[in-house]
């Protein structure tokens, strides 16, 4: 029995998970940007869990933003947590809670839960993104993850996609995955079709009523999800593509519109083809499944 926690901008959550995947209640603490506040609470959250597990915790799985380094087990220069920048918190587990420790960027993490337990489960070779703020990835080779030749693993949300970005992404480049499919991305798409309401939630349900603006935005945004895993099955070839994250849960409207590019883009090589695209069942759950699946490889 692990306890997994994902570790995010603003907030801290977890659960214990047992080697089956079944888990307790998802328990939540604040994230103040401090170093010394995010040490309190992530202290506090971690004894909380271990009073509520069932049995006796083997290890502490950690899903969090990066850049990082897993071997480590220590913050790099972050993207949006400089009070984290250098802090090795596997050194503050092992000293202060006294448990062993695995970290994971969230991303990879979520990788390794979605083929253990969400939308693509049982697959062994898959390409995974999230989507979000921004565009995070990981790929499952012969059944692990796969890091290439970077010890923070492949970053393909900043894979150029194609010019026409007016912003540019938080890798300094122009171009990126992440500019074209991220929350900001988004909601640019819905306002240039003419949508007053550009949150996801809000143009899920206006397509769900027929607004002729709001299947625009649906049929563009799947297009260039589409264009995206087009580019990445040129390299990977996987069998299933999974994408979690909290703007995942649009993929059923989009799914007809991303088949669709993929197809034509595919006319001549059909092989490229993915056998199956599903977004998660619960984003939510996505890391904390992948840290219990890391603690089980880790063995």
């Excluded at 209640?25 to 992530?42: D, M, V, Y």
């Excluded at 960027?105 to 993104?129: C, H, P, R, S, Y």
């Excluded at 899920?204 to 589409?226: D, F, K, S």
């Excluded at 070839?237 to 799914?255: H, K, N, R």
Aim: aromatic letters at 8%; hydrophobic letters at 40%; one cysteine or more.
């Amino acid at each position: 029995m692990y306890l997994v926690i994902d570790l995010g901008g603003t907030n801290i959550r977890g659960t214990w998970m047992d080697h089956d995947g079944a888990h307790g209640t998802i328990q939540h603490a604040s994230r103040p940007r401090t170093l010394e506040g995010t040490k309190a609470h992530f202290k506090d959250l971690v004894d909380r869990l271990r009073e509520t597990a069932p049995r006796p915790v083997r290890g502490v799985g950690l899903a969090t933003a990066g850049p990082l380094d897993h071997r480590a087990q220590k913050y790099l220069q972050t993207s949006n947590m400089p009070e984290l920048n250098g802090f090795a918190i596997g050194d503050f587990v092992r000293r202060e809670i006294g448990l062993p420790f695995l970290m994971e960027n969230d991303a990879q993490a979520a990788a390794l839960g979605e083929v253990w337990k969400g939308g693509i489960a049982g697959a062994t070779n898959a390409v995974v993104l999230t989507l979000g703020t921004g565009v995070g990835s990981g790929v499952i080779l012969e059944g692990r993850l796969w890091r290439g030749g970077h010890f923070t693993g492949p970053e393909l949300g900043h894979v150029f996609l194609g010019p026409g970005r007016s912003r540019a992404c938080g890798c300094g480049q122009v171009g990126c995955i992440e500019t074209w499919l991220n929350k900001w991305a988004f909601e640019r798409l819905a306002s240039r079709c003419g949508l007053s309401q550009t949150q996801p939630r809000h143009v899920a349900q206006l397509w769900e009523q027929g607004n002729p603006a709001a299947t625009a935005c649906v049929r563009r945004y799947g297009h260039r999800i589409g264009l995206a895993i087009s580019t990445l099955q040129v390299v990977f070839g996987a069998e299933a593509i999974g994408l979690s994250g909290g703007l995942s849960t649009f993929f059923q409207a989009c799914e007809p519109y991303v088949w669709r590019t993929l197809r034509h883009r595919f006319t001549n090589r059909q092989w490229w083809l993915p056998a199956t695209i599903a977004a998660s069942p619960d984003p939510d759950m996505s890391g904390l499944w992948g840290m219990a699946k890391a603690w089980l490889d880790n063995g």
